[in-house]
């Protein structure tokens, strides 16, 4: 079964030069102490050494940027690595919960699989979805999953959560690689074709993940068909200030998810969701806008016609100015679970929005041919600097980025493999053809 070379590792690289600028920086304050304590004679030797030592620090600093391959990538450069490669432990390869599927050929993919709106789902369809979403819930932990993030403020790992949880956790881990950047898509292709494979694979589940076209529910977005009360086979409708939004009804009414504490799913109905920044450092531009106005077919259909050959334009309009676009706004109107921005996996409401989100990818990868192989953006969550990078910084990204998945595959995947929902992307400077999917949509011609 062909696979995914490892990852490779810049660790032992960038470690040496943050031991650099930290000897730098310590030398600096050695200078500044001494120089407070009166020991050198003048001020004239100190200028001297303080310029020797800033021609150090730059000299320590240019190969700790070249270390993170900071350029504008082109058609022949290697796989740039945007995914973290400094873990709390290796995982076991070998051990590894999944491994990726084989290539497929363009052309071989005659039968893809169909996704279909939630709707449009019998009751038993709709039960055979929620009983495996209950299953994984009831799957243990794996203990191939690692954290990838750098930065703090992320949850430990929690060893007595279920399987499911476990890609809550990726989705948190890999939020400021996989959020408001170029990756958004790809990635979550990736995450939703995988989970699904995790349905079928471990909980026996026959059918296909399904979506929701929120812009058929623009008239009264809160009283969708999908906030379905019934135990069985209905997601739920909304909490109450009374119980703290805790969703009451539903077949997922007593659902405990682990992250980021213990709790039960929460929504909270918010029909005008940009009128407080909620976990965001920007001004909203427009904080009376109503979560439908922005949800509509006719804005959707815009942005999937719009934006010719020029992928990084079509993510900045599915995000919005500052973020007040339809991702963000149904996310938010929804409330709860769902409007958080690192453990939205939580709320099963999350598969089925981002199945139509990228849906939408997929209708304007297919509106025009040009459209089918464009891929640019950065790779580094920019929230303060979203003006100027509305898709992220820099390092760029290319077709052999690669999207980090905490652990539950053996390896990391590279953007070429998740292209095309049908396996059908060739790239003819990489030679790369193929892919990993084959799936479609029940309606690929009109938003």
């Known amino acids: 079964m062909p696979q995914l070379p490892p990852t490779p590792s810049i660790t032992p690289p960038v470690f040496r030069r943050q031991f650099q600028v930290c000897l730098v920086l310590w030398c600096y304050g050695v200078l500044n102490t001494a120089r407070s304590l009166s020991l050198f004679d003048s001020s004239l030797t100190f200028t001297l050494l303080f310029l020797i030592m800033r021609l150090f620090f730059f000299a320590a600093a240019l190969p700790l940027i070249s270390a993170y391959d900071l350029h504008v990538p082109t058609p022949n450069d290697e796989v740039v690595v945007v995914a973290s490669t ?11 919960v999944y491994s990726a599927p084989p290539v497929i050929k363009p052309g071989e993919c005659t039968k893809p699989v169909v996704r279909r709106e939630w709707r449009t789902l019998s009751n038993g369809d709709k039960k055979a979805w929620i009983d495996a979403l209950k299953c994984a819930g009831n799957l ?12 703090g403020g992320i949850p430990l790992i929690n060893e007595t959560s279920s399987h499911y949880d476990d890609w809550t956790y990726a989705h948190i881990d890999t939020y400021t690689k996989s959020q408001v950047t170029a990756l958004f898509f790809p990635w979550h292709r990736w995450y939703l074709d995988s ?10 589940f026959n059918g296909t993940m399904p979506y929701w076209n929120w812009s058929l529910d623009v008239a009264n977005l809160s009283k969708s068909p999908i906030f379905d009360p019934d135990p069985v086979y209905g997601l739920g409708t909304w909490g109450t200030e009374a119980n703290n939004w805790h969703v009451t009804d539903g077949a997922f009414n007593e659902t405990i998810r682990a992250y980021p504490v213990p709790h039960t799913i929460r929504r909270q109905w918010t029909p005008q969701p940009f009128d407080e920044n909620v976990l965001f450092p920007l001004e909203y531009p427009n904080k009376q806008a109503w979560a439908n106005e922005t949800a509509t077919h006719i804005k959707i259909q815009a942005i999937i016609d719009g934006n010719r050959g020029d992928s990084d334009m079509f993510f900045a309009d599915i995000e919005g100015v500052r973020e007040q676009g339809v991702r963000n706004a149904i996310q938010l109107a929804v409330g709860g679970d769902l409007a958080a921005p690192t453990t939205n996996p939580a709320d099963p409401l999350f598969w089925l929005h981002h199945a139509m989100l990228d849906r939408v990818f997929a209708m304007w990868q ?16 920019a929230l303060t600097e979203l003006d100027e990078w509305p898709t992220g910084l820099p390092p760029m990204v290319n077709t052999k980025s690669l999207l980090p998945v905490s652990g539950l595959e053996a390896h990391d995947v590279a953007v070429e493999q998740v292209m095309s929902i049908t396996s059908n992307y060739k790239n003819k400077w990489t030679g790369f053809s193929g892919g990993r999917l084959c799936y ?5 011609l009109y938003a």
């Open 86 to 96: 400094t873990n709390e432990h290796t995982p076991d390869v070998g051990k590894s």
């Open 140 to 151: 243990p932990h794996s203990d191939t999953l690692y954290k990838t993030r750098l930065s």
């Open 195 to 204: 989970f699904e494979r995790v349905l079928k694979t471990r909980c026996n």
């Open 366 to 381: 297919a509106k025009y041919p040009e459209n089918a192989d464009s891929y640019s953006g950065g790779s580094m969550q």
């Open 440 to 444: 479609t949509y029940d309606n690929m």
